[in-house]
C-alpha cells in the first residue's frame, strides 16, 4: 500500500524529500506495533528487548550507562527498565567491585533462553513481514545509513 493511501492523503507531497519523511515516521511506528506484538508473546517491551540484546552482547557485566549509550531509544530510562528485568529473573545487579558507586548488570541464563527461542522465530518473522528480499533489505539498510550521514 502506497504511503498517501495509508494516510488517506489526497493532495500531493511538496516534494519526494516530504513523502519519504512522512513515510520513515508511519513506517516506523508500523513496524514497532509488529514488533511489540511478537515481544509480548515472551513477556518483553521493545526497550527490555533492547537491554537484553545489549547485555548478550556485551558478553560481559557492564553499567547502566554503558547500556544507556548502545540503546536505540535515547530517551529511555535505562535504570527502571533493567529494575524491572531484575524483578523478572532476567538481570542482575552487582556493585561494581572497581567504582563502587556504579553498578554493573549481567544477564541471566533465564533471559538467554528467552532470546534463543526469540532468535528461532525472527528471521521467518522479520521475512514474513518486511517482503523484502536480502539483497533490499542490505540496499535499503545502506540508504538509511547515507540518509543519517553515516
Request: proline share 2%; with cysteine.
Amino acid at each position: 500500500m502506497k504511503i498517501e493511501q495509508a494516510i488517506n492523503q489526497t493532495k500531493p507531497f511538496t516534494n519526494a524529500y516530504e513523502k519519504l519523511i512522512v513515510n520513515m515516521i508511519y513506517t516506523s511506528t508500523w513496524l514497532a506495533a509488529r514488533q511489540k506484538e511478537l515481544l509480548a508473546r515472551y513477556s518483553l517491551t521493545m526497550k527490555q528487548y533492547n537491554i537484553l540484546r545489549i547485555l548478550r552482547g556485551a558478553g560481559t557485566p557492564i553499567s547502566t550507562a554503558e547500556i544507556r549509550k548502545r540503546m536505540l531509544d535515547k530517551m529511555s530510562d535505562a535504570s527502571r527498565i533493567v529494575d524491572r528485568l531484575e524483578k523478572k529473573d532476567f538481570v542482575v545487579k552487582r556493585v561494581c567491585s572497581e567504582d563502587h558507586r556504579k553498578v554493573d548488570i549481567s544477564i541471566t541464563e533465564k533471559s538467554l533462553e528467552v532470546l534463543k527461542q526469540i532468535d528461532r522465530v525472527m528471521p521467518n518473522w522479520q521475512a514474513s513481514l518486511l517482503k523484502l528480499s536480502h539483497e533490499e533489505a542490505e540496499q535499503l539498510s545502506d540508504l538509511l545509513d547515507k540518509l543519517r550521514g553515516s
